[in-house]
T-cell receptor
Framework: DGGITQSPKYLFRKEGQNVTLSCEQN?????MYWYRQDPGQGLRLIYY???????QKGDIAEGYSVSREKKESFPLTVTSAQKNPTAFYLC?????????????FGPGTRLTVL | AQSVTQPDIHITVSEGASLELRCNYS??????LFWYVQSPGQGLQLLLK??????LVQGIKGFEAEFKRSQSSFNLRKPSVHWSDAAEYFC????????????FGTGTQLKVEL
């Protein structure tokens, strides 16, 4: 089945630790995205990548880092510099290109900082 | 600045009643428009989208939305709500020719009374 997988579903982190969230897609999509979701604030874009080995900052990139070494993978690292990392993180992908079409979402990872 | 407004944070309807969820956007030109639904702890599922053409768009699960350029609105409707429609609904917009960046509204939580 084609789709987007995110792992783990739940993640707990101690303050001061970096943690990496996984996102994999087998839809052969060029573009991938990371969003952060907080109650009452909708989704906010952290980073996005239109093509392998290239990515751009979104609206709230501070304290996060990404890589795009493979077309199917777009891991997100939440660093210790992120002041309030507890949130629900969603990965998405789309065909890409100037028209871009629709973004499809993974099931999400809930990160809790203890 | 570009923005998307969902003025209703919570809506409660009785099962079998009709539903309308409001979405207004603020952009200089007609954007691409989307409605997504999210069940608790899950990712987002696309309900429908508008790119161009007929302003009344049909989606999955019996939902439809109407684009009204004069009102900068893209309201979601369903003639008869089912208990399984209880979820959070997000409106999103993307600029035409503006890459793939989506801007989301803050969501409307739908509760269905039996």
């Amino acid at each position: 089945d084609g789709g987007i997988t995110q792992s783990p579903k739940y993640l707990f982190r101690k303050e001061g630790q970096n943690v990496t969230l996984s996102c994999e897609q087998n839809l052969n999509h060029d573009a991938m995205y990371w969003y952060r979701q907080d109650p009452g604030q909708g989704l906010r874009l952290i980073y996005y990548s239109q093509i392998v080995n290239d990515f751009q900052k979104g609206d709230i990139a501070e304290g996060y880092s990404v890589s795009r070494e493979k077309k199917e993978s777009f891991p997100l690292t939440v660093t210790s510099a992120q002041k309030n990392p507890t949130a629900f993180y969603l990965c998405a992908s789309s065909i890409g290109g100037p028209r871009g079409d629709t973004q499809y979402f993974g099931p999400g990872t809930r990160l809790t900082v203890l | 600045a570009q923005s998307v407004t969902q003025p209703d944070i919570h809506i409660t309807v009785s099962e079998g009643a009709s539903l309308e969820l409001r979405c207004n956007y603020s952009y200089g030109a007609t954007p691409y428009l989307f409605w997504y639904v999210q069940s608790p702890g899950q990712g987002l599922q696309l309900l429908l989208k508008y790119f161009s053409g007929d302003t009344l768009v049909q989606g999955i699960k019996g939902f439809e939305a109407e684009f009204k350029r004069s009102q900068s609105s893209f309201n979601l409707r369903k003639p008869s709500v089912h208990w399984s429609d209880a979820a959070e609904y997000f409106c999103a917009v993307r600029l035409t020719g503006g890459g793939n960046k989506l801007t989301f509204g803050t969501g409307t939580q739908l509760k269905v009374e039996l």
